[in-house]
């Protein structure tokens, strides 16, 4: 099993700055890859960023040059650097990881999200 929490989610006003950050803990031979999407309600939830255990990074064209994912040297924890904030920023922000399980193969799982609001 595999636990993933994320944090860092508050409110901030438009063009400021937010680190959100995505452990995972449990039971895993290793962190495939590691995303964030993000959800607001009525909508469905897209994609933002993703981080393989490479390091090769994808962005959404909404945030390119303005959010920033990287992992931390265990690979168990990505962090969401969000800057020039707009108000369209603000959602549930959900970590998601792509895990290798012994004996079970790759297992998906996700966090349970953490609120991003962004004030005008």
């Known amino acids: 099993q595999v636990q993933v929490v994320e944090s860092g989610g508050t409110l901030v006003q438009a063009g400021g700055s937010l680190r959100l950050s995505c452990l995972a803990s449990g039971n895993f031979a290793s962190i495939m890859y590691m995303d964030w999407h993000r959800q607001t309600a009525g909508d469905q939830r897209e994609l933002v960023a993703s981080i393989t255990d490479a390091g090769r990074t994808t962005y959404a064209d909404s945030v390119k040059g303005r959010f920033i994912i990287t992992r931390d040297n265990a690979k168990t924890t990505a962090f969401l650097q969000m800057s020039s904030l707009k108000v369209e920023d603000t959602a549930v922000y959900y970590c998601?990881?792509?895990?290798?399980?012994?004996?079970?193969?790759?297992?998906?799982?996700w966090g349970q999200g953490t609120q991003v609001t962004v004030s005008s």
């Open positions: 998601n990881v792509l895990a290798e399980i012994t004996g079970t193969g790759l297992t998906s799982y």
